[in-house]
């Protein structure tokens, strides 16, 4: 007893302070390490913390449920008067809940290891505890199993506790099973109505002294609810006198049957439920794939309206114009819009503004169609049947396995001493139960089978249209090119045209430059002329004639320099003002010319004085 108090104290260490017969050092030492590791994941703190205790002491019908909430309150009701010696109860269950299966278990990591070292559990009881603690994504769904350690042809020394009712004779189990349970979620889907939650069970039976003790870790009080009620004074299930070890394997066979009609009671709703989500995409099936128009045979004005342009020739399509062609043959992935084809469609503008949504489209385009979003619930819900034949077939070897075990029971010649006729029945009605839960499991196997089977052909269907608008896109696209390619052509052969036509006028143009040439080399031959003859007919030089005389030149000097005085300065004030006027001209074409360039590159600074 002083070793097993030692053991309690150091109760932190579990499962390295484990008293047992087969101490592996190394095997201990990673559970510990994983419960170091997982400890902020799957403890929650002493103010929340609570641990049921439904035990039953001396009458068969006389069960109490205690709440512990401290680790004092554990060590005070496990060891009373302060002493280790009181004797187990006849039954002991200890329920520990969560707030989900997502959240950390109600209980302190003191609390627990205390209780596992007080009751010897075995450290691969925590293999399925790890399943539970915080988590934002469902963890180790698919991970299930049955362990079981026998004791009862040699019980080592260090195991006989009898000061405790432990007789060390009899053998431990543990194992993991998974079920679907009504959920309240906002999501209207049928699926999200259902919650897959799992439970951890430990069991412990010594046959020589009828002590038996479990550990039940569920989220929610389902199972507690269900054993309390079984096992209670106002249950109408009655166990009867468990005066003998029979009775108490008896009573344990109970137990394992609740746990099993738990796991498969509510598989089949749950799979109608996933069979309602094959039926929401069924309208896909439905869906019209008609071959688009070739627009190379039919008119292309049927399919896009005329655009004007400058030639007689229709332009080719812009790039955006062919992107919202693209768009409106394949669909943008997005779940949370479902736009229809005459609406990507309606995008498409041309040069005199965007198109009018009462525009005529042809009925390829506009028939209803499906939505990414339709082929995402369908992978979504085949991840979730996929989740769900792994559970299912975890829980089918665990179910066989437990039923194994006890039928084993019956054939191990060295503990057919503990087992009777009334103990071969119910090991007999449990193997009953199982085979029942097997059976269930394995049909509802068979449905979700079938409903993989059922998932991936409509993939493969909704792959399938996709492809083919995809090609028939990709098809239209490339005859819709091959048109702007002869448009263009054409309007290659008008610009060559027009070429020549340009040819022809810069001809005519040099030919009037030539004659103006020649008029400018007339004006300038007869300039002097005029020049002399208007300067001969003012009064600045006169021919006078008198008689028979010879006509005499009359020059005046003062008519002379008012000719001058007149003249230059106009001629030097028309000169200037040209020049004005050539220089503000030249100041605005600059001004303009900058202007455009920092218009061209609005990221470099320019700067400069007009001048």
Not at 455 to 482: I, P, T, V, W
Not at 507 to 512: H, I, N, V
Not at 515 to 542: E, H, W
Request: net charge neutral; charged share 25%.
């Amino acid at each position: 007893m002083q070793r097993f108090a030692q053991s309690c104290d150091a109760s932190l260490e579990y499962p390295e302070n484990l008293l047992t017969s087969s101490f592996d050092v190394y095997k201990y030492a990673r559970y510990r390490q994983l419960l170091d590791q997982w400890q902020r994941k799957l403890f929650d703190d002493e103010k929340r913390a609570c641990a049921e205790i439904w035990e039953r002491l001396e009458q068969p019908d006389d069960y109490r449920l205690t709440a512990l909430r401290t680790i004092e309150d554990i060590k005070n009701h496990l060891n009373r008067n302060g002493s280790l010696s009181p004797q187990d109860p006849y039954c002991r269950m200890i329920f520990v809940q969560a707030q989900s299966s997502r959240d950390p278990l109600l209980i302190t990591r003191e609390m627990l290891t205390y209780l596992l070292t007080y009751h010897r559990v075995m450290p691969q009881f925590l293999d399925f505890a790890f399943s539970f603690g915080q988590q934002i994504y469902a963890q180790d769904f698919q991970y299930s199993g049955f362990r079981v350690e026998r004791l009862l042809s040699h019980p080592g020394r260090n195991l006989d506790l009898n000061m405790l009712g432990r007789s060390g004779r009899g053998f431990q189990l543990c194992y993991s099973l998974r079920s679907a349970e009504p959920a309240q979620a906002p999501d209207p889907s049928p699926v999200a109505q259902w919650s897959i939650r799992q439970a951890a069970v430990y069991h412990c039976l010594d046959l020589e002294t009828d002590r038996s003790f479990w550990i039940m870790l569920k989220a929610n009080s389902t199972v507690k609810d269900r054993i309390t009620a079984a096992t209670s004074r106002a249950s109408k299930l009655r166990l009867g006198e468990l005066d003998s070890p029979r009775d108490s394997l008896t009573e344990s066979m109970k137990i394992h049957q609740i746990m099993l009609e738990w796991t498969m009671e509510n598989w089949r709703w749950y799979v109608n439920a996933l069979e309602e989500e094959l039926q929401r995409t069924r309208r896909t099936l439905s869906v019209r794939v008609q071959k688009p128009p070739n627009p190379l045979v039919t008119n292309p004005s049927s399919i896009y309206p005329a655009t004007p342009v400058l030639s007689q020739k229709t332009p080719t399509l812009n790039s955006t114009s062919k992107k919202s062609l693209v768009s409106g043959l394949v669909r943008k992935i997005n779940p949370g819009t479902r736009e229809s084809t005459m609406q990507s469609f309606s995008s498409i503008q041309s040069p005199t503004g965007p198109r009018s949504q009462s525009s005529s489209l042809p009925e390829w385009l506009t028939q209803e169609d499906f939505s990414f979003q339709d082929l995402q619930r369908i992978q979504s819900t085949e991840d979730k049947v996929s989740e769900t034949l792994l559970i299912l077939q975890a829980n089918e070897c665990v179910v066989s396995e437990l039923q194994h075990f006890y039928e084993s029971l019956l054939k191990d010649s060295d503990e057919s001493e503990f087992i009777g006729n009334r103990c071969a029945a119910a090991i007999q009605q449990l193997s009953q139960v199982a085979n029942d839960a097997a059976n269930e499991l394995r049909m509802q196997q068979t449905r979700v089978n079938t409903l993989l089977r059922l998932f991936s052909a409509r993939k493969s269907h909704m792959y399938g249209m996709l492809d083919y608008r995809n090609m028939e896109a990709s098809k239209l696209l490339a005859m819709k090119a091959q048109i702007s390619t002869e448009k263009m052509e054409g309007m290659t052969e008008d610009m060559h045209k027009m070429t020549k036509d340009m040819h022809i006028i810069a001809g005519k143009t040099e030919r009037e430059t030539v004659s103006m040439r020649i008029v400018t080399l007339v004006t300038l031959l007869f300039l002097p002329a005029t020049f002399t003859t208007t300067l001969m007919s003012t009064d600045i030089l006169q021919l006078t004639s008198s008689g028979s005389d010879s006509p005499r030149e009359a020059f005046s000097l003062v008519a002379f320099e008012r000719f001058l005085a007149i003249t230059l300065p106009l001629t030097a004030g028309t000169f200037a003002l040209w020049y004005a006027v050539y220089r503000w001209v030249t100041w605005k074409e600059t001004i303009k010319r900058k202007m455009r360039e920092a218009s061209m590159h609005p990221h470099e600074k320019d700067s400069f004085s007009p001048c």
